[in-house]
C-alpha cells in the first residue's frame, strides 16, 4: 500500500507549479535511533535496518487496525467554552519567529487530483460557506493536549461542493510553510472534520494557521495542517512530513 | 534408577507460564524503555528519564517499538491471563492471599527470614507481588489504550478522567511495574536457583 518513495512524486503528478519537489529529510537524530538501537541489541547495522524495516511494518499495520477502530459516527468530545486552554500553544517545526505570513488577497486555495471542480478559491469564497464551530481537545503526539475553539467550514460539505471523488483512499494537504500531510477519506468526511478559518471566534491568526487550518479532532495534532495552500484527493499514498520521518501515518484518536 | 531421578525432580512452573514469562520480559523491557522516551517529549512531572536509559533515539522511534510491542504485551498477556484462569493456575499458585499472611512474611523479609526452599508454592509475599505486577499490567494496558484512543475508546477515557487523566493513571501503573520488577529481580540474586527453574520448569524435590 505504502511507498516511502512516492510523496515528491505523487504531488509533482498532481500539480506541478505549487507543490515543489519535497526533499524527503532523513535526520540526524533517525540516525541516532538506528545507533541507539544497534548498542542496545549489540547487532550489526544489517539487522538495525532490519528492525527498521519490522519496525515501519507495524507501524503499517497498526494503520489498518486503526482504519478498522475508526467509527465514522463516534463524536469526539466537546467542552464548554470555561475549559478552552489560554494560551493555546503554538506548535510547530519551525520556531514561532518563522511563522509564515500569507497574504490575503492574493490567496488562492488550489485543488488537484480526483476532484471535478478544481478551480482555486479566495477567502471571501471560502467564508461564504456552511460555518460551523467546535470547542475540542487537540492531542499531540508529544502526550500534551489543549482545548481550543476552531469555526469553519466542515469539510465533506467542502468536498461535496468540489466534486472530490469521496470513493478515493486519500486526501492530501500542501502547505505554505512546506509541510504536507495526508489523511483517509473516512477521516476527511467525518462530520467533525472541519476546514477552520477562525480560532476563538477570531479570524485564524498565523501563528494558529492563518487562512485555514484543518481541524480534526479524531487526530492527533501534526495530522492537522495549518496554512494549507492545496488540497488534493488520490489513491496514491501521499506522506507526510513527519510521516515520511517515521510517524505513525493514520494517528488517530 | 530413572523413577529415583525423576521423583527428585519437581515441575513447578508450566511451559506456558515459562514462555509467557520471558516474552512478558522482553515486551515490558520495550514498552517502559521506549515508553520513557515518549515520556521525556512531554513529561506529566518536574523531572525527565536520562536518555540513555530509553530506547527508540528520538520521539518517533519510540513510538515506534511502543506501539510494536504493545501488541507482543497484549497477546502475550492474554494468553497467560487466559491459561491462568482457566487452567486453575491462578487458583492453586496465586490463591488465597490473605493480608495477614502477607504483612508477616514482609516483616520476615525484611529481617532477612524468609524462606523461599520449596520452589512450587509461592509465600504470601510473593501471590500479593505477583498478583499486584499482573493487575498493574492490565491497567497499564488499558490506560495505554485509552491515550491511544481518546475518541474511539472515550468512555474507557472517561473512567481515569479522560485522557489527561489516563496519562496520570498509566505513568503510575508503569512505576508501580518497575518497581515489583526491581524487587523481583532482586529476589532472584538473593535465591539465585529459582532462575534456571523459569527456564527449565523444574526444581530438586525438597528433601
Known amino acids: 500500500m505504502k511507498d516511502d518513495g512516492r510523496m515528491g512524486r505523487s504531488f509533482d503528478k498532481l500539480r506541478g507549479p505549487v507543490v515543489e519537489s519535497v526533499e524527503r529529510r532523513l535526520f540526524l537524530r533517525q540516525a541516532l535511533s538506528l545507533g541507539a538501537l544497534s548498542m542496545l541489541a549489540g547487532c550489526d547495522l544489517t539487522d538495525a535496518d532490519k528492525t527498521q524495516r519490522m519496525l515501519r511494518a507495524m507501524s503499517g499495520w497498526n494503520d489498518r487496525v486503526q482504519g478498522w477502530l475508526f467509527d465514522p459516527a463516534r463524536l469526539a468530545p466537546e467542552y464548554p467554552e470555561s475549559a478552552i486552554t489560554t494560551p493555546f500553544p503554538f506548535n510547530a517545526y519551525y520556531d514561532e519567529s518563522e511563522v509564515p505570513t500569507v497574504d490575503a488577497t492574493d490567496y488562492r486555495l488550489e485543488l488537484a487530483g480526483l476532484i471535478r471542480d478544481r478551480r482555486p478559491w479566495t477567502l471571501p469564497e471560502l467564508y461564504a460557506l456552511p460555518q460551523a464551530s467546535q470547542i475540542t481537545r487537540h492531542v499531540c503526539v508529544e502526550g500534551?493536549?489543549?482545548?481550543g475553539k476552531w469555526s469553519g467550514t466542515p469539510f465533506r460539505t467542502f468536498l461535496a461542493r468540489v466534486g472530490a471523488d469521496t470513493t478515493a483512499k486519500y486526501v492530501g494537504f500542501k502547505c505554505e510553510d512546506d509541510y504536507y500531510t495526508s489523511i483517509d477519506m473516512a477521516t476527511a468526511l467525518h462530520p467533525q472534520t472541519l476546514l477552520?478559518?477562525?480560532?476563538?471566534?477570531?479570524?485564524?491568526?498565523?501563528?494558529?494557521?492563518?487562512?485555514?487550518?484543518?481541524?480534526?479532532?479524531?487526530?492527533?495534532?501534526?495530522?492537522?495542517?495549518?496554512?494549507?495552500?492545496?488540497?488534493?484527493?488520490s489513491n496514491d499514498y501521499p506522506g507526510g512530513y513527519w510521516e515520511d520521518q517515521g510517524y505513525n501515518w493514520f494517528s488517530g484518536s | 534408577m530413572v523413577a529415583t531421578r525423576q521423583a527428585q525432580w519437581l515441575v513447578v512452573h508450566p511451559l506456558v507460564v515459562r514462555i509467557t514469562h520471558w516474552l512478558n520480559v522482553a515486551?515490558?523491557?520495550v514498552m517502559v524503555t521506549s515508553g520513557w522516551r515518549i515520556?521525556?517529549?512531554?513529561?506529566?512531572f518536574h523531572f525527565r528519564i536520562p536518555a540513555a536509559l530509553t530506547l527508540g533515539g528520538w520521539l518517533a522511534g519510540a513510538l515506534q517499538w511502543h506501539f510494536a510491542a504493545m501488541w507482543l504485551l497484549g497477546v502475550n498477556g492474554l494468553v497467560y491471563l487466559g491459561y491462568g484462569i482457566f487452567s486453575g493456575h491462578f487458583r492453586r499458585k496465586l490463591l488465597p492471599v490473605r493480608p495477614g499472611d502477607v504483612f508477616a512474611d514482609l516483616r520476615a523479609a525484611l529481617r532477612g527470614r524468609l524462606v523461599h526452599d520449596d520452589l512450587s508454592v509461592y509465600n504470601a509475599a510473593q501471590r500479593a507481588a505477583y498478583l499486584a505486577l499482573v493487575l498493574c499490567l492490565v491497567v497499564l494496558v488499558v490506560s495505554g489504550l485509552a491515550i491511544w484512543k481518546p475518541v474511539q475508546l472515550q468512555a474507557l477515557a472517561a473512567l481515569m478522567g479522560g485522557y489527561e487523566g489516563a496519562r496520570i493513571v498509566h505513568f503510575t501503573a508503569m512505576a508501580f511495574v518497575v518497581a515489583i520488577v526491581v524487587v523481583h529481580v532482586v529476589m532472584v540474586v538473593l535465591v539465585p536457583r529459582t532462575l534456571p527453574t523459569m527456564v527449565t520448569g523444574r526444581t530438586r524435590r525438597p528433601r
Not at chain 1, 500534551?144 to 482545548?147: E, F, L, P
Not at chain 1, 491568526?205 to 496554512?227: D, E
Open chain 2, 27 to 29: 515486551a515490558v523491557l
Open chain 2, 39 to 44: 515520556y521525556d517529549a512531554s513529561p506529566l
Open chain 1, 196 to 233: 477552520a478559518f477562525r480560532y476563538a471566534d477570531q479570524i485564524l491568526p498565523a501563528r494558529y494557521g492563518f487562512p485555514m487550518k484543518l481541524r480534526i479532532p479524531t487526530k492527533l495534532g501534526f495530522k492537522n495542517p495549518k496554512h494549507i495552500r492545496a488540497i488534493f484527493v
Open chain 1, 144 to 147: 500534551w493536549s489543549a482545548i
